[in-house]
């Protein structure tokens, strides 16, 4: 019986991710002059980029199906602002109550959003290009022209992001606690594994017995409820809450999605590659300033990262699809 | 088996012409503009003036210069989301051009050759890499030709006449109409010419119908795709340049949320997002649809903010449409 | 998902004890059309039972209401006597009955264990899957098959048949007394068909019964024990297998007299038309040779992947070969895409009609004349009248059945759907046809005003060359038959009549 390794999205990518970032870290070294692998600057960078983790881990299951959400940032700042609102007008509410209301927002404008997508059959894109302006409008509704500072927040609800458990960052906590979970319920769960089912082949899934519109529904509506949760984790990492928050963040972490291996079209990707995506963004985010790039590079790079990954991953299978087929021909 | 010797003439004879079925779509269209247009007035009074009418469709000539070959590209079943970003970069080469002393003609050009360029990239990449779906590659390059925009120019602006001939490009008119508008139908006539009337047209619906049973045609697939995308870069470039002379200034954050109207429009106007439906007319209506709706609700001092919620809404009921009337029977084509 | 059943015993006749699966009167019509009408089915305890009939014959529909995907519209069904009404798949899978579809019916990202039990993996008491119990089950169905692949192995990297084998496995995962296998042979090597034959036998030995839905002679000679005939919906009639005739068979389905179903030809061959030389691609195939001559019609046979429909598209221009050259007339071409070989007069009939040949959703007019619009033009403006009648003329010409030339492709039947890909084909000046699988899908009568089409083409001093997987179909049409086998062109018979089905197999099977 021959053991035959996947190497088309296995393990073999992440190593190359990270065979990759290797060099590019020890440039980045370089040219900052030594700050960039201290102790304290790692630390920083974990807990920068712990919001970006979880919410790249809450994309996963839409872009699994073959769908996509724009919405993802304006859903962050829906959440992060009706939390924030919240804990202004009603100050010593429990961190967690916040959290909820923050889930909660961004379950409702998911499922909205699958409903859009997997009952009226409109294009991912579209739908959620439309709902991306839409909930940011709301967003600024609520908001009605003010900010939300840090003083309103309390310092209870601030700790969340600065405190610490166990010695780790709060933050980078959470992310931990998302990934595992994350990890779980795409590996060992029906509904989980029934995402990939679902990316792979609909039709199929459908004879299976898979729901596949349910599905879908679960789909958009997981990665609402982490929008939500990582808006009010993101407001409280910023201390203020405003109309513009997370503007743009959903290329972020589309960019970390597709950067860790997940498929555009769906039915593959796995969560270590998604962290390692993150990951690497992240670093380039935390290196810019250190090595002199302005900030206007990013946006560039981040959309180059994007193109450069998804060519990257068409050769790649390519290559693949050309030796599987040689093998066949010599078996 | 017998094969009737008139059953050429029998096949031939010529479809029953139903209207219904022709303008359905386009009638709901023109009812919707009405209904805008009518709602415009009861808001403002002075609504219903030549003058002021011109004024408003000035305001968005832009978009509909960029909407019609979007269209085009979403009848071959592709989309093109990166069309603010390309106006974006085209302007502020053009601002850069312009500040470094070159001749405003020339710097004209070249935003129009900058569009057309990004358009190129676009169409070269997806000629190459056909398993890439067009949605991620625009989507990237949106990012990239508004980063790109940025690292250019900042945060700063680069300042256009006020008079003279470039300026007269958005606000001068020739008897009342505003040019930018008279280019857009010009416009719309090529385009209504090349989708429903020449070989290029149909075979651009034919690609959008089933793309590989279009190559076995002998339908040259990636060449109409470069095509169509280096022409909807190129009229972004040109919609730069109006767009330009509208605010007298080249910005690196123009056009945001630019992709959003265009395709609202293109999809309100009949083409669905599947590819190979939809016709010029429709988009020629639905293009003022959203254009002076979002102008009455200015009027209204209804804030940015709440215009974002409606134009966010009115693109995803557009697209809805074909959805909702699987929702009530019949069958809906998914790509 | 409860499981929802309807009991209901009947009184036990004496002819039902033996029946483990019943379908009586069953019908089923479809927005206003009737696909099934008044259907009696019977399936025996342990038989092997085949289903033939044209395309849109109902075969389909009857199978879909059999595993539960679709519900019929009268009719009733009785599993081992008992009346059962299935709610859905789940539903009929509880009760043993599951269906085997073609290739298509894969998770090709996922590994072959989540393939075989997608929807219904096995859990832990948490409700967790319990992957290592699912690769251990999965390991022990295969071996039950005779088949020893990893199943942790991603499904895409696995042949047709051992995708076909995992598609079976996964009907027994289901513990399914009850198989219906629709068109298994269709997409498999002979070796593998063979090696299916084996499996089919081997799951009858253990207690399954099963259905078996083909257009192939051949498997069903080989396999079933009887047949039924479907046509326009409503059964023709069952008979012994062994007890019917194959022209009593093909007049059952297409019902009237069919004996010989390929057409009389006078050979006249002339000089070298078309010359194929050292076409190499690698991983597809290697160092192709062949010479097609005027008024020739070369068929061309092999196994499924053995690289004749790779070799094909690249003469037409829709892959890249990496090296050799064709030659037509004598005359080198460059060819980069389809509308170079058209151009040079290639006109070729891909093998997949929806995919390939047509364009679903327009009519048939406007898909005849999609490949030479250019001729329609007046000063860049097309003609829509000489569109028309041009269409019109040439839909006539190869036998379309539809009343107007802007009924919708989609509409048709198979054999008719061939026929306007063929017209369109005619739209432009040939001197090479070249096609694959021409007849595949297609019901006998338009096959043979096909294969008479094609004789009439070469008899006008053309050329032909035809991929075909039915080796009947190669000796009762080819001059000359090649054949090619992984990849490389095995040898070239001269048709002249001692030419046998034995003799081409053998040349196609790999050594």
């Known amino acids: 019986m021959k053991r035959f390794r996947n190497i088309n999205g296995g393990i073999l990518r992440d190593l190359a991710l990270v065979a990759a970032m290797l060099p590019v870290v020890c440039w980045i070294q370089f040219r900052s002059g030594g700050i960039f692998l201290t102790g304290e600057n790692l630390t920083d960078l974990l807990k920068e980029t712990a919001v970006l983790g979880i919410m790249a881990a809450g994309m996963m299951p839409i872009m699994l199906t073959g769908g996509i959400d724009l919405s993802v940032g304006s859903v962050m700042a829906l959440g992060g602002m009706l939390g924030a609102t919240l804990l202004k007008e009603c100050p010593g509410i429990a961190p967690a109550v916040v959290l909820l209301v923050g889930c909660l927002t961004g379950t409702c404008c998911g499922l909205f ?219 | 088996m017998k094969r009737p010797e008139n059953n050429a003439a029998l096949l031939a004879h010529e479809r029953n012409f139903s209207w219904g079925r022709l303008l359905c779509w386009e009638a709901l269209l023109l009812l919707l503009l009405i209904g805008v247009n009518a709602m415009n007035m009861c808001v403002s009074p002075g609504y219903g003036d030549f003058p002021v009418l011109m004024d408003a469709l000035r305001n968005f000539a832009d978009k509909a210069i960029i909407a019609f070959p979007v269209a085009m590209v979403v009848l071959t079943g592709e989309i093109d989301i990166s069309v603010g970003s390309t106006l974006a970069l085209s302007a502020v080469t053009m601002g850069l051009c312009y500040r470094i002393g070159l001749p405003l003609g020339l710097c004209v050009v070249i935003a129009v050759a900058t569009g057309a360029l990004c358009g190129l990239f676009n169409g070269i990449i997806l000629a190459l890499y056909r398993e890439l779906s067009s949605m991620i590659v625009t989507l990237s390059t949106l990012i990239v030709y508004r980063g790109l925009a940025s690292v250019l120019m900042g945060k700063e602006s680069v300042s256009f006449p006020v008079q003279g001939w470039f300026n007269e490009i ?102 669905s997002t599947a590819g190979g439906k939809g016709t010029l007319p429709g988009v020629l209506l639905a293009i003022p649809v959203i254009g002076l709706l979002r102008h009455g609700l200015g009027l209204m001092n209804m804030g940015s903010q709440a215009i974002l919620i409606v134009v966010g809404s009115l693109l995803v009921v557009a697209a809805a449409i074909p959805g909702l009337r699987l929702l009530f029977g019949g069958t809906v084509r998914r790509k | 998902m409860s499981v929802s059943v309807a009991y209901q015993k009947t009184n036990p006749s004496g002819s039902a004890g033996d029946y483990v699966l019943e379908a009586r009167g069953i019908c089923k019509t479809f927005s206003g059309a009737s696909a099934l009408k008044d259907v009696d089915f019977r399936l025996r305890r342990g038989e092997i039972h085949a289903l033939m009939g044209a395309n849109g014959a109902g075969k389909s529909t009857l199978i879909d ?153 051949e498997d069903i000679r080989a396999l079933t024990d009887r047949i039924t005939v479907l046509r326009d919906g409503e059964c023709v009639g069952t008979w012994d297998t062994a007890g019917i005739g194959e022209s009593e068979l093909l007049t059952a389905m297409a019902g009237r007299r069919m004996d010989t179903v390929y057409p009389r030809r006078t050979r006249r061959i002339g000089e070298e038309l078309l010359r194929i030389d050292g076409f190499t691609r690698a991983g597809y195939f290697k160092d192709v040779s062949l010479t097609l001559r005027r008024g020739e019609i070369l068929g061309l046979a092999g196994l499924v992947g053995a690289g004749r429909t790779e070799v094909m598209r690249c003469v037409f221009g829709i892959d890249r070969a990496d090296r050799g050259d064709v030659f037509l007339n004598g005359r080198r071409l460059r060819i980069s895409c389809a509308r170079d070989a058209m151009d040079a007069g290639i006109g070729y009939l891909p093998e997949n009609r929806l995919a390939e040949g047509l364009l679903p959703e327009w009519g048939i007019g406007e898909n005849i004349s999609i490949g030479e619009l250019r001729r329609f033009t007046r000063a860049s403006f097309i003609s829509q009248t000489k569109e028309r009648i041009r269409s019109a003329e040439l839909a006539s010409a190869v036998g379309v059945k539809a009343k107007s030339i802007f009924d919708s492709v989609r509409s048709l039947s198979g054999g008719n759907q061939q026929k306007v890909v063929f017209a369109k084909i005619r739209n432009s000046d040939l001197e090479v046809l070249i096609l694959d699988e021409p007849t595949k899908g297609v019901d006998v009568g338009a096959k043979s005003q096909i294969y008479e089409m094609i004789s009439s083409f070469a008899a006008r001093g053309f050329g032909v060359i035809m991929v075909s997987s039915e080796l009947s179909e190669v000796l009762g049409m080819s001059d000359t038959v090649a054949v090619m086998r992984d990849g490389v062109v095995s040898a070239v018979f001269d048709n002249d009549g001692s030419l046998s089905q034995k003799t081409i197999l053998k040349a196609a099977m790999p050594v």
Not at chain 2, 251 to 268: C, F, N, S, T
Not at chain 3, 93 to 114: D, P
């Open chain 3, 65 to 217: 209401i059999l595993t539960g995907v679709s519900r019929p519209d009268g009719g009733e069904i009785f599993l081992d006597g008992e009346k059962v009404f299935f709610r859905s798949v789940n539903d009929a899978r509880r009760r043993s009955i599951s269906a085997i579809y073609q290739n298509g019916a894969a998770f090709l990202h996922l590994n072959v264990t989540e393939n075989i039990f997608a929807g219904h993996g096995v859990t832990t008491a948490l409700g967790l899957l319990n992957w290592r119990a699912m690769h251990a089950r999965a390991e022990e169905l295969l071996r039950r098959l005779g088949c020893s692949i990893d199943p942790r192995r991603p499904m895409g990297d696995l042949t047709p048949g051992e995708r076909q084998v995992v598609e079976i496995a996964k009907a027994l995962s289901a513990q399914s007394r009850i198989l219906i296998m629709d068109e298994p042979t269709a997409a498999l090597s002979w070796r593998e068909s063979m090696e299916l034959y084996d499996i089919v036998r081997r799951l009858r030995a253990d207690g399954c019964s099963i259905i078996f839905v083909s257009h192939r002679l």
């Open chain 2, 170 to 271: 958005s606000w001068g008119d020739f008897l009342g109409c505003p040019y930018g508008v008279l280019f857009a139908l010009a416009e719309a006539l090529l385009f209504c010419y090349l989708i429903h009337c020449t070989v290029f047209g149909r075979h651009c619906r034919a690609v959008g119908s089933g793309s590989e049973a279009s190559r076995f045609s002998g339908i040259k697939v990636e060449r109409i795709k470069i095509v169509l995308f280096t022409l909807s870069g190129l009229f972004a470039g040109v919609a730069a340049v109006f767009l330009t002379s509208w605010m007298c200034s080249a910005r690196a954050d123009m056009a945001r949320g630019y992709e959003m109207d265009v395709i609202a429009m293109v999809v309100l106007g009949g083409f």
């Open chain 1, 113 to 331: 959003n699958g409903f859009l997508t997997a009952r009226l059959r409109i294009l991912p894109i579209i739908a959620t290009l439309g709902t991306m302006y839409a909930f940011r409008g709301l967003t600024y509704l609520v908001a009605n022209g003010r900010w939300i500072l840090q003083g309103d927040m309390g310092g209870e609800f601030l700790r969340l992001a600065s405190g610490s458990t166990l010695g780790v960052n709060n933050l980078v906590a959470i992310e931990l606690v998302v990934y595992v979970v994350g990890f779980v319920f795409l590996s060992f769960c029906p509904c989980g594994r029934n995402l990939y089912a679902a990316g792979s082949n609909p039709d199929s899934a459908r004879v299976c017995g898979i729901n596949v519109d349910r599905t879908l529904l679960l789909a958009y509506a997981l990665t609402g409820m982490v929008a939500g949760f990582a808006g009010i984790l993101y407001v409280c990492d910023f201390g203020v809450a405003q109309g513009e928050s997370a503007s743009g963040y959903e290329m972020s972490v589309i960019a970390a999605c597709v950067l860790g291996g997940v498929s555009i079209s769906g039915g593959t990707g796995r969560i270590q590659g998604v962290f390692l995506g993150s990951l690497f963004l992240g670093i380039l985010n935390n290196a810019m300033p250190l090595i002199h790039v302005s900030p206007f590079f990013q946006e560039a790079i981040r959309g180059g990262i994007i193109l450069f990954s998804i060519v990257l991953n068409v050769i790649i299978a390519r290559r693949i699809g050309k030796a599987a087929l040689e093998r066949r021909r010599r078996v």
